[in-house]
């Protein structure tokens, strides 16, 4: 069975900078596609950014391309979701997620595995 893990959440002020990470374990991390998707109160589940097997390759929501960064290190079984420049609208719980496929999806239906989510609050 996947687990996935979530840290790194908190509180920051506009313009500030967060980074997340996501510990795999159990499966072959080097074989998912890994995800990270956002809910703010209130609204669906959002995809934010999603990497490759092997990183080199990786899709932006709009809303957070030239912010945000995802990257993989297949050595530690861990996922990172660099945030710079945050915003307000920024604010949500931010899963991290994986597929089982060699694809790339933004679709949160594609992912089989799911971790608990950390709080993102970002303070005007």
């Known amino acids: 069975q996947v687990q996935l893990a979530e840290s790194g959440g908190g509180l920051v002020q506009a313009g500030g900078s967060l980074r997340l990470s996501c510990a795999a374990s159990?499966?072959?991390?080097?074989?998912?596609?890994m995800g990270w998707f956002r809910q703010a109160p209130g609204k669906e589940r959002d995809f934010v950014a999603t990497?490759?097997?092997?990183?080199?390759?990786?899709s932006y929501a709009d809303s957070v391309k030239g912010r945000f960064t995802i990257s993989r290190d297949n050595a530690k079984n861990t996922v990172y979701l660099q945030m710079n420049s945050l915003k307000p609208a920024d604010t949500a719980v931010y899963y991290c997620?994986?597929?089982?496929?060699?694809?790339?999806?933004?679709?949160?239906?594609?992912?089989?595995?799911w971790g608990q989510g950390t709080q993102v609050t970002v303070s005007s």
């Open positions: 997620a994986a597929r089982e496929h060699s694809l790339r999806s933004t679709r949160y239906s594609d992912y089989k595995y």
């Open positions: 159990g499966g072959t991390f080097s074989r998912f596609v």
């Open positions: 990497i490759s097997w092997g990183g080199g390759t990786t």
